[in-house]
């Protein structure tokens, strides 16, 4: 099975995928590199994950999309906007443009992940599995997967525990937000073993 693996960061959702082939797509070079580093057998490419999407999205029989989530979480909005003088900003709407074309063009199995947003969804997601909203075109159920630590106090360490990786040979600025931003590798393959691409 060929998996699209779209703004794959350093690859929390992607870290229990056994017997796929990966083509991972991320636009920072550093966090496409420690990905890289940590998963070799797949193909990194450092690219605009959007475009490439509109661009190759038929030559893949399962496409993860997770795209930026920082302008439609509602920790940002409610907290950091609202108390703490952060600017405002537009939503970040490549979210709903994913979700739209892969709905009316993909044939093969598809989810795009984003957090829970701090407005009500323009699109009803299909699943909501703890702190994630997911939209597919197959069922995902329930997970049995204890829930995220508590991502806003969770230092490096906790997060490097909770995630089942470590950044300490990589000399990386904010490795905090890098690890917070990863989806827990159990979610990751709860949504694959969801749509029959594992076991």
Known sequence: MKVLNLYAGIGGNRKDWKGVSVTAVE???????????????????????HQFLLENYKDFDFIWSSPPCQSHSSFRQNICVRFRGTSAVYPDMRLYQEILFLHHNASCFWTVENVKPYYKPLIEPNAVLHRH???????????????????????????????????KEFRIK????????????RLGLHILRSAGVLK
């Open 133 to 167: 909203l997911f939209w597919s075109n197959f069922d995902i159920p329930p997970a049995d997967i204890a829930a995220d630590i508590k991502i806003r106090y969770a230092q490096i360490p906790d997060l490097e525990e909770a995630l089942g990786f470590s950044l």
């Open 174 to 185: 904010n490795k905090r937000q890098i690890l917070r931003n990863c989806v827990n590798p």
């Open 27 to 49: 636009l920072d070079p550093v966090l496409a590199a420690i990905y890289s580093a940590r998963f070799p057998e797949d193909n990194v490419i450092v690219a605009d994950a």
